[in-house]
């Protein structure tokens, strides 16, 4: 079949790449989606099963740092669009161990920009459209929003390393003529995410009645985006948004982690039919994360005013759909904490 458009997402069997790409396959059967992905720790394949059959979906294995990957695909399939979310993506790791930061968010995307620059020459309506991160803006004190016109202030390797292929992306536009677009989004939440994140990690935890480690105070706020609303905006900013441009996606939902985990605690406690709050016994605050950036906190008018979109659901909504999918779907945590995570997990927090 001649497809309308082929477009492939990088990261597409990881936490924000599988929901985006259920939502292009459903919604756009004129377009066929190919999801290209190395299927490293965090990319699991059991995300996107309900797409298995689906006819204008394809999976490739492929990594980003291997030009070879990116020849072969870009031979196979008639590539007109690409929306970019490989990456190496939790802030602990980056801490630990930068260079894996630098090789696929750095170098992987200027491989990319790289392939998409010479196969597009010459060509019209081509899209590369990178998703990023509010983390490249820095940390924000008491008051105050990111907004698209903030200086770039990165504090982590990973912010940093997210930050040079921003730059790389308008690098590529404003030397070479290359379209695209880059969103900036705050944190998000919901199914499938990787359970060494915040928000899944404490709801295993709780689950598991383990240790609930709070850096530092616990005061740190993040801006919490459910992650069908991030794959929505999204799916706007492909189709209308301006070429050239960023446009910041956030929740305006500001929650510090200490009352975010004491929320989760009494939803968890309340469907496991513990006492109310008996969980709360098992947090632990420990050593701060370093460099842990204080606050986000995004001003998303841009999007809503240009392109008209505004988060769905109101977070308590949106936080009980997350812990019941997580309680009703066990199985997809305990195949990965059975793994190499478990080592991971217990060099991070419990040496
Ligand atoms: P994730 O870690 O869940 O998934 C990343 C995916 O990329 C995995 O499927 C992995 O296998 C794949 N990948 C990693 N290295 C690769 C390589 N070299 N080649 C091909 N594929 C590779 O990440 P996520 O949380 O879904 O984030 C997706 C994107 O969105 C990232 O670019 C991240 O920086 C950005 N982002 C995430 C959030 C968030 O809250 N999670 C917020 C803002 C922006
Ligand atoms: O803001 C967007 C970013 O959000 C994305 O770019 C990143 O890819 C994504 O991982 C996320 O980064 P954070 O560092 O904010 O998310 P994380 O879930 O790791 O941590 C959220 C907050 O919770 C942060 O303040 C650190 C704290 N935390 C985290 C963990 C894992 C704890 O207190 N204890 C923990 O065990």
């Known amino acids: 079949m001649d497809y309308k458009k082929n477009i492939l997402v990088t990261g597409g069997a990881g936490f924000i790449?599988?929901?985006?790409?259920?939502?292009?396959?459903?919604?756009?059967?004129?377009?066929?989606?190919?999801?290209?992905?190395?299927?490293?720790?965090?990319?699991?394949?059991?995300?996107?099963?309900?797409?298995?059959?689906?006819?204008?979906?394809t999976f490739v294995k492929g990594d980003i740092c291997e030009l070879s990957d990116l020849e072969k695909v870009f031979s196979n399939f008639y590539i007109t669009d690409i929306i970019h979310l490989a990456a190496e993506s939790h802030v602990?790791?980056?801490?630990?161990?930068?260079?894996?930061?630098?090789?696929?968010?750095v170098v992987g995307t200027v491989n990319l920009l790289n392939i998409a620059k010479e196969k597009w020459a010459g060509a019209k309506d081509r899209l590369f459209y990178h998703i990023s991160t509010d983390e490249v803006y820095g940390s924000l004190g008491a008051e105050g929003l990111f907004s698209e016109t903030?200086?770039?202030?990165?504090r982590s390797p990973y912010s940093s390393s997210k930050a040079s292929s921003d730059h790389f992306v308008m690098a590529y536009h404003h030397t070479y003529g290359l379209p695209v677009k880059i969103s900036?989004?705050?944190?998000?939440?919901?199914?499938?995410?990787?359970?060494?994140?915040?928000?899944?990690?404490m709801i295993n935890n709780i689950v598991q009645e383990k240790d609930l480690p709070i850096y530092g105070k616990g005061d740190n706020i993040r801006d919490w985006l459910w992650v069908e609303d991030h794959a929505a905006a999204i799916d706007k900013i492909f189709h209308e948004g301006r070429?050239?441009?960023t446009y910041n996606i956030g929740g305006l939902n500001e929650w510090t982690n200490i009352d975010l985990v004491h929320a989760l605690i009494s939803i968890v406690d309340h469907k496991l039919g513990?006492?109310?709050?008996?969980?709360?016994?098992?947090?632990?605050?420990?050593?701060?994360?370093a460099g842990h950036d204080k606050r986000y906190a995004i001003d998303a008018s841009k999007l809503e005013k240009e392109l008209g979109w505004t988060p769905?659901?109101?977070?308590?909504?949106?936080?009980?759909k997350t812990v019941d999918w997580y309680l009703n779907n066990r199985e997809w945590t305990e195949n990965i904490i059975s793994g190499d995570y478990q080592e991971y997990y217990t060099n991070q927090y419990e040496s």
């Not at 004129?30 to 290209?36: L, Q, S, V, W």
């Not at 903030?150 to 990165?154: F, K, L």
């Not at 900036?184 to 990690?201: T, W």
């Open 243 to 245: 070429l050239g441009e």
């Open 274 to 289: 513990r006492p109310e709050g008996s969980s709360k016994k098992l947090i632990k605050f420990v050593t701060d994360r």
């Open 312 to 320: 769905s659901i109101q977070f308590e909504e949106g936080l009980e």
């Open 150 to 154: 903030t200086a770039y202030d990165p």
């Open 92 to 105: 602990d790791r980056s801490i630990s161990g930068p260079m894996a930061f630098v090789m696929t968010n």
């Open 17 to 57: 790449g599988s929901h985006l790409v259920r939502r292009l396959v459903n919604n756009y059967p004129e377009y066929h989606i190919i999801n290209f992905d190395a299927l490293t720790y965090a990319g699991n394949l059991n995300n996107l099963k309900d797409l298995e059959n689906a006819d204008n979906y």
């Open 184 to 201: 900036n989004c705050s944190n998000n939440y919901g199914s499938h995410q990787f359970p060494e994140k915040l928000i899944p990690l």
